[in-house]
């Protein structure tokens, strides 16, 4: 057997007992000491988000200022609806791309562009009629983004065991929204005694700083062709054959596992939340020191919130079908609670009532309190909504080319989403409209995927369900009796 057939055998585990797999050869022996430690898939996994600590992390905290920490959220609408135009093309095709190159140099391109977008923020505060630059910064950025993103979905799925996969994807999401924590605790010290609307240049160059600082990080991680899981099973890399090859996978992954497009409404519905959150509630009721606490409270929530579903979501005592429809169900309660709680406040506020110029709600205010607290809250079920995506995902498949490519698929339809409600952002729909098309679409997102979850989720990942790891570089899929012979 040819050694590429050699590496593709060990894709396949967690289908019988150790004995058999050690039988077959299938198992090996992790290295001791600290290049143990270097390389274990956890420390590779904190290491991944790290990367994303550094990147779209301060992104987010960014964004979640409200209006990108300016007066006037027209720039930042049109600049996150150009990032989200590129996101969902690039993402599309991003599996393919990290497949040819190695997920490492897919994550170093992914990150450089998270740099120029801050400081594009920093040029509209020295230069008022660089909007045209922000703009384009955002687009430069959704094209890195989509490698960044997907890279890193390829990595966090296929990484873990399948026992581990809620821990592993709760790990990254608390380490990457650190960032947006980090970033926003930033904004607030430097922004703590004023009383404006608007951050000041100091914390633009604070987060540009940091964000150069992430891009070196992917060369320090290990190939992914050495990785060896904490079962003793393989991680299969991608083969990095031809681009036509790796075209043809594409397609492959979507004919071959059609219940993937029952999860697009959910993976669409996953950023159309943040427009209303940041921008038609943060920034429209909140001055610049309130809207940097709310910030950093809510990225709180979020590590709180995906370390707890990921918890659950791995409770090995739970079968995994019960798991993923506990999953279901925490968020749906979620998604009517927070939104209906939001509803009696947004029923009392229009563009019209609040303008960029009008005097805003401090930490101080009366109700305040209520108000922070259902930003804690939406930050809750933002982390448990995308980290039960991953999960379902990750239970789908063990193999990280198929993964490559469904995690482009999703930041495809998530940037979809996001392009579409910033763009409407911009051109100033109601607040109203922007705030239940968001309730209306997670809704329709967890109704489509119940029945994919039914059909889809099974105990364990089987074999003949890997069709791209049985896919030889001419496209030829062999059948799953030769892989395990």
């Excluded at 579903?309 to 791995?314: A, N, R, S, V």
């Excluded at 495809?412 to 729909?429: E, F, P, Y």
Aim: proline content about 4%; aromatic content about 14%; charged content about 15%.
């Amino acid at each position: 057997m040819s050694d590429l057939y050699d590496a593709e055998k060990v894709v396949y585990y967690d289908s019988g007992s150790q004995a058999t797999l050690r039988q077959r050869g299938e198992i090996f022996e992790r290295p001791r000491g600290l290049k143990g430690i270097y390389s274990h898939p956890l420390t590779q996994i904190v290491m991944l988000g790290f990367v994303c600590f550094m990147c779209p992390g301060l992104f987010n905290a960014v964004n979640g200022l409200g209006a990108g920490g300016q007066l006037d959220s027209t720039n930042t609408a049109n600049s996150n609806s150009a990032v989200y135009s590129t996101f969902a093309f690039a993402a599309f095709f991003a599996g393919s791309i990290n497949n040819k190159l190695g997920s490492r140099l897919t994550l170093l391109i992914g990150s450089t562009g998270y740099s120029l977008y801050i400081g594009s923020f920093l040029a509209v505060n020295l230069h008022p009629n660089a909007g045209p630059f922000v703009v384009s910064a955002g687009a430069i950025l959704g094209i890195c983004a989509g490698l960044l993103w997907t890279a890193q979905g390829s990595l966090m799925m296929s990484y873990p065991t399948e026992s581990e996969k809620g821990k592993f994807i709760g790990v990254f999401w608390a380490i990457f929204n650190l960032g947006g924590v980090v970033g926003a605790a930033v904004s607030f010290a430097q922004n703590y005694s004023s009383t404006k609307n608007y951050v000041t240049n100091g914390t633009y160059i604070a987060f540009v700083a940091l964000t150069l600082s992430g891009v070196s990080l992917p060369l320090l991680m290990v190939d992914p062709k050495k990785m060896i899981r904490t079962d003793g099973t393989k991680v299969t890399a991608p083969r990095h054959p031809s681009w036509r090859t790796e075209f043809i996978g594409l397609w492959v992954a979507l004919r071959t596992d059609p219940l993937i497009v029952l999860l697009f409404p959910m993976f669409f519905a996953s950023n159309w939340f943040y427009t209303w959150q940041f921008n038609g509630y943060n920034s429209a009721l909140f001055n610049i020191r309130a809207r940097s606490l709310n910030n950093f409270v809510y990225w709180m929530a979020q590590i709180v919130g995906s370390l707890s579903i990921g918890f659950l979501l791995d409770q090995r005592t739970l079968s995994r079908r019960l798991r993923a429809f506990s999953g279901w169900a925490i968020l749906m309660v979620m998604v009517l609670v927070v939104h209906i709680w939001a509803y009696m406040y947004q029923k009392n506020y229009t563009r019209q009532s609040v303008p960029d110029t009008s005097v805003k709600m401090d930490i101080y205010t009366h109700g305040y309190v209520g108000h922070i607290l259902l930003y804690i809250f939406c930050g809750f079920l933002d982390a448990m909504w995308q980290t039960t995506a991953y999960w379902i995902m990750g239970a789908m498949s063990n193999d990280p080319a198929k993964l490559a490519h469904f995690a482009g698929f999703y930041k495809s339809m998530q940037s979809a989403g996001a392009a579409g409600i910033w763009r409407a952002d911009a051109v100033k729909l109601p607040y109203m409209n922007m705030f239940l098309s968001t309730w209306i679409l997670l809704l329709a997102g967890l109704v489509c995927a119940l029945p994919m979850i039914h059909l889809r989720v099974k105990e364990h990942t089987e074999i003949k369900d890997e069709t791209l790891a049985r896919m030889d570089d001419s496209g030829h899929i062999r059948p799953p009796d030769y892989i395990q012979r």
